[in-house]
């Protein structure tokens, strides 16, 4: 019984309930775009300490990886989840080209300040009909976060702290300049608002090597 329960994810009550729906919307769109022959490694750039994500489609992917300076590789190991401790550009430099069919990035492009960089990094890592995935706040939802969240959802002061960590919010056209720019063509990217309009999200499919 106890080997049933843990082959199905649970966020637990701990987590909070924002953070389980934003899994669940990921989650479900995520699988959308990659047809299960195709879901060999998945990779998730700022996966968070526990990868809940990663948990989330460990039984839909034959290899996870997370990447994060915060990562509980002990725990996750024992679930069949790798992990990458340390800069996300840094880390996706140390992979092989073409090793890699999912990529993805849930509230975390908009931490970092080396946007395409990273995302140039991972058209290499891609394999040919590989997938970016991004989700990122836009600037309604910064609005949102501010005026709301924070302010009459944020008890325990969650979100207040990573609020003050972003460097940028997006909006349809700069996320498409920014998947653009890291060297995907028109034809491959595809964006969108999600989330209620409250993000922006994007997938790039790398259809010329």
């Known amino acids: 019984m ?3 329960i843990d082959y199905v994810w649970s966020p637990g009550k701990c987590e909070a309930f924002l953070v389980r729906l934003r899994i669940a919307l990921a989650r479900r769109k995520l699988l959308s775009l990659i047809p299960k022959g195709q879901r060999g490694c998945i990779v998730d750039a700022g996966c968070g300490k526990t990868a809940s994500f990663l948990q989330s489609v460990r039984q839909e992917f034959g290899q996870c990886i ?10 996750l190991a024992t679930k069949g989840i790798d992990t990458r401790k340390g800069d996300i550009l840094l880390a996706l430099k140390n ?5 890699v ?12 300040t080396e946007q395409e ?19 990122s706040p836009s600037w ?7 005026n709301i969240i924070l302010r009459f959802l944020d008890k325990k002061g969650m979100y207040a702290a990573q609020v003050d960590t972003h460097t940028t919010y997006f909006s349809r056209r700069q996320m498409w300049q920014v998947v653009r720019n890291a060297g995907f063509v028109s034809s491959e990217i595809l964006v969108w608002p999600s989330n209620f309009f409250c ?3 994007a997938c790039a499919i790398k259809k010329n090597d």
């Open 199 to 201: 993000s922006v999200s």
């Open 140 to 146: 309604f939802g910064k609005f949102v976060l501010e």
């Open 66 to 75: 997370g990447i994060d300076f915060d990562v509980d590789s002990e725990m």
């Open 101 to 112: 069919d999912m990529i993805t990035f849930l509230s975390i492009m908009e931490h970092v």
């Open 95 to 99: 992979f092989e080209s073409h090793s």
């Open 2 to 4: 106890s080997d049933q």
């Open 117 to 135: 960089a990273i995302l140039g990094e991972c058209r290499r890592v891609l394999r040919k009909g590989g997938v970016i995935f991004i989700n």
